[in-house]
């Protein structure tokens, strides 16, 4: 599992990060700028409330199939970006394995980028769907390259390890005003995103929409992390805008 991997020094000094990294975003009134979900929602946001996800393990399907993030197996799409460090690549691949998480049988999302042709990130995603069509995000074991050569895995967290917890990826029937976690690993992962449209309208390479979700997506811990993200019905995410760097898709197959 994600983190086991660790000396015990070094598992005891990385709690006391995150404990440290915890009251200081308390004593900071942590998740500034980002509404709350003021108890709502199957993963809501609120920083002065225990984080508690409205779902069960059991309750989880390895079969995603909601509409704005489906993901059926085989599925793919690639995505290109310009970005100052060169062009970047992202191909996205829904694999057949399903992995055992937090007590669920999830399914294995393979996330590879790729800084002119050379490798810079490969990451394995694992999600979940409950009876209502929430989609649940389970965690992700990822691994940085500098050089062509792994040089660390930051970010990566598993639910039900060290405290954390899943959140959702994409609700069932997304409204305006919504307000969710997308993941929770206390100091190291804390995805929060809002629904802000619901109507928008999308042109990339691989095609144009019309009635798809657009949201913003911050963070509780790094307040430089804003991105907005537009899901069209059938396809997922078409479109990230993080400040000037538009990633585009370029193609899809297997939907």
């Not at 979700?213 to 537009?230: C, H, N």
Request: glycine content about 10%.
């Amino acid at each position: 599992m994600v983190g086991t991997h660790l000396q015990e020094d070094d598992m005891r000094m990385t709690r006391l990060s995150m404990t440290i990294a915890a009251v200081v975003m308390a004593a900071c009134g942590g998740g500034d700028g980002i509404p709350h979900s003021n108890g709502t929602g199957p993963a809501p946001f609120d920083p002065d409330r225990p984080y508690v996800p409205q779902v069960a393990p059991a309750d989880l399907s390895a079969n995603i199939t909601n509409p704005l993030f489906p993901a059926p197996v085989g599925a793919r799409w690639s995505y290109r970006a310009t970005t100052d460090e060169g062009v970047e690549s992202i191909e996205v691949r829904v694999l057949a394995e399903t992995r055992s998480v937090w007590g669920a049988t999830a399914r294995v999302v393979r996330d590879t980028v790729h800084i002119d042709d050379q490798m810079v990130e490969d990451t394995w995603d694992w999600y979940g769907q409950d009876a209502t069509g929430n989609v649940w995000y389970l965690g992700e074991d990822t691994t940085e390259y500098v050089d062509g050569l792994p040089a660390g895995n930051a970010g990566a967290w598993e639910s039900g390890v060290d405290g954390a917890l899943p959140g959702v990826n994409m609700l069932a029937a997304p409204q305006v005003g919504d307000v969710y976690r997308q993941e929770y690993y206390a100091g190291v992962a804390e995805d929060v995103a809002n629904v802000v449209a619901n109507d928008a309208a999308v042109t990339v390479p691989a095609g144009s929409w019309t009635g798809c979700l657009e949201t913003r997506d911050r963070s509780a811990l790094d307040p430089d992390l804003d991105e907005r993200k537009f899901y069209c019905p059938g396809v997922g995410n078409v479109l990230v805008l993080e400040g000037d760097v538009r990633v585009e898709l370029i193609e899809y197959a297997g939907l």
